[in-house]
């Protein structure tokens, strides 16, 4: 690999995220040649320390992923700190200046990557800030801006957020992170579709039944409360993430794999769901919060909830498009809480044959549907379920699964999300990140279901904790004659 020049400005930079995932994401980077002694970051928070702490906690955040210590704390040497308040015009210039300093010393080319990992009611005036006392680059490096999530919290917020970033960067500057789309197999739904023509030429409502994707967690809210009883599942799980990998699935033929075209393509598929009116919101999404059940509490007996909540920790809902490519073919998606297992993937479930030449000369017909399952979360895979033929006497039929999962070697090998995004980051390319127009067809999507749950009163607690959500959400299916294929 080449490695690549910049100076990483890390806004949080003391931040849980920050020394959980990012540091350690950068580090691998370092130990595979991606970027090497040409970085610098200089980490930004509120608190103050010297550099010499700051270098501590990121050498305690990558301890368990270093070779040795010397190359650990080579690695580390190359952080800096300042106290930063976001909001003191002063402190930027102070910042200006010294991110000149570091772009001389290691040779930086002016490039620079500003990573706003903060509360999202800062994410403007960073940006701001950043433009207006010309912390950006000026000597014909690049200028980046990354933003954390959430991105908004209904279509308005959003809006307004992107106005505030769009006056300092333009829209191929900006990288709004959904972690999601660094994950491996999400990664791989456009080869998996795209690179496998046996499975291209099927992709479509001649061949496809229904197609299902599960975000399922066994946790509990643990100690998010606080934001997540403002945000619920719908917010936090749905409008990103969900929304993304269903697009991935849906989208039509990009004309090439070069950011610029997926983006085109994903923009298309969302702009063309079926956006339900208040029916719409009923007939189709359901909601759900866990009660108490085999010793665990319900979600409004958590710490930091309040008795009386009415936050999703479950929605299941069925999303249609305006796509030829997918008349009568429904996308049933479904996240929460608490549920029975932890995993997220996607069961594409094929059409019968309906001219099923064994039925007729044996009885009963035994054959069952195709399924495609890309097993995204806790372990990479993809299965096929396939009828054959039983080796008993006489001739039945049985299905059976062609199955790949990662082995132990291959699965510890895979790049966290953070690292690719970052090194997409470095590369300037957009492919695995969200573009405005794609968070905005999300979130007016989103809004009215929103909408409509934040008017009515929904009867809470409606499932177990270790179950696979509310009963509603089987009805929904089995009202089209289907149902979750997860778990058989
Ligand atoms: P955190 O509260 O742990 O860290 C926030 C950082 O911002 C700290 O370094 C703090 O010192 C700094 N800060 C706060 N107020 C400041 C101010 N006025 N001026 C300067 N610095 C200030 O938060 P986090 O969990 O690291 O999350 C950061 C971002 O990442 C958020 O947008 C969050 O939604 C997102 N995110 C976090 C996670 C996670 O696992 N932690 C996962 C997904 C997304």
Do not use: C
Request: glycine share 6%.
């Amino acid at each position: 690999a080449t490695a690549n020049r910049a100076l990483f400005m890390l806004f949080g930079g003391t931040g849980d995220l920050a020394l959980r995932k990012l540091y350690p994401a950068l580090f691998e980077l370092y130990k595979k040649g991606s970027i090497d002694n040409h970085f610098a970051l200089l980490g930004l928070a509120r608190r103050p320390h010297t550099d010499e702490e700051f270098q501590k906690m990121v050498l305690d955040s990558i301890s368990s992923e270093a070779d040795n210590q010397e190359q650990a704390e080579e690695f580390a040497s190359h952080f800096y700190f300042r106290s930063h308040d976001v909001t003191n015009v002063e402190h930027y210039r102070a910042l200006s200046k010294l991110a000149d300093e570091l772009d001389k010393k290691y040779e930086l080319d002016g490039n620079r990557i500003f990573y706003v990992s903060m509360a999202p009611r800062f994410f403007g005036i960073v940006a701001k800030n950043l433009k207006d006392e010309h912390v950006l680059s000026d000597n014909g490096g690049f200028n980046r801006l990354v933003i954390e999530k959430p991105f908004g919290r209904d279509y308005d917020s959003a809006e307004k957020l992107n106005n505030e970033l769009t006056t300092a960067f333009k829209e191929d500057q900006i990288f709004r992170i959904d972690h999601y789309l660094g994950k491996e197999m999400v990664q791989s739904i456009p080869v998996i579709r795209f690179g496998n023509p046996i499975i291209d030429a099927v992709w479509n409502h001649n061949y496809i039944d229904n197609i299902q994707i599960t975000l399922s967690e066994k946790l509990g809210v643990e100690d998010r409360a606080g934001y997540y009883d403002t945000a619920g599942a719908l917010r936090d799980m749905v409008q990103n993430h969900t929304m993304q990998i269903m697009t991935l699935l849906a989208m039509d033929k990009p004309a090439s794999f070069v950011d610029t075209d997926v983006r085109a393509a994903k923009i298309k598929t969302l702009e063309n769901m079926n956006f339900y009116d208040t029916e719409g919101v009923k007939e189709n999404f359901v909601r759900g919060q866990y009660g108490a059940g085999s010793g665990s509490a319900a979600y409004r007996d958590e710490p930091d909830v309040p008795h009386d909540s009415n936050n999703d920790t479950f929605v299941a809902g069925k999303v249609t498009y305006k796509l030829p490519r997918w008349e009568g073919t429904p996308f049933y998606v479904r996240t929460g809480k608490k549920l029975a297992a932890k995993a997220t993937r996607v069961d594409v479930v094929f059409k019968k044959d309906i001219n099923n030449i064994f039925a007729k000369a044996y009885l009963p017909d035994t054959l069952k549907t195709n399924v495609l399952s890309i097993l995204i979360d806790p372990r990479g895979g993809i299965t096929l379920r396939v009828n054959v033929k039983d080796s008993k006497q006489g001739f039945h039929t049985e299905t059976i699964d062609l199955d790949y999962l990662q082995n132990d070697a291959r699965a510890s090998e895979v790049p966290q999300p953070y690292e690719r995004l970052f090194h997409d980051i470095l590369n300037g390319d957009h492919t695995n990140f969200a573009s405005w127009p794609e968070v905005a067809a999300a979130w007016k999507y989103v809004d009215p279901i929103q909408k409509y749950w934040d008017e009515t009163q929904p009867n809470f607690p409606n499932y177990e904790p270790g179950s696979m959500g509310p009963k509603a959400s089987d009805e929904l299916l089995a009202r089209d004659g289907h149902s979750w294929y997860f778990p058989e």
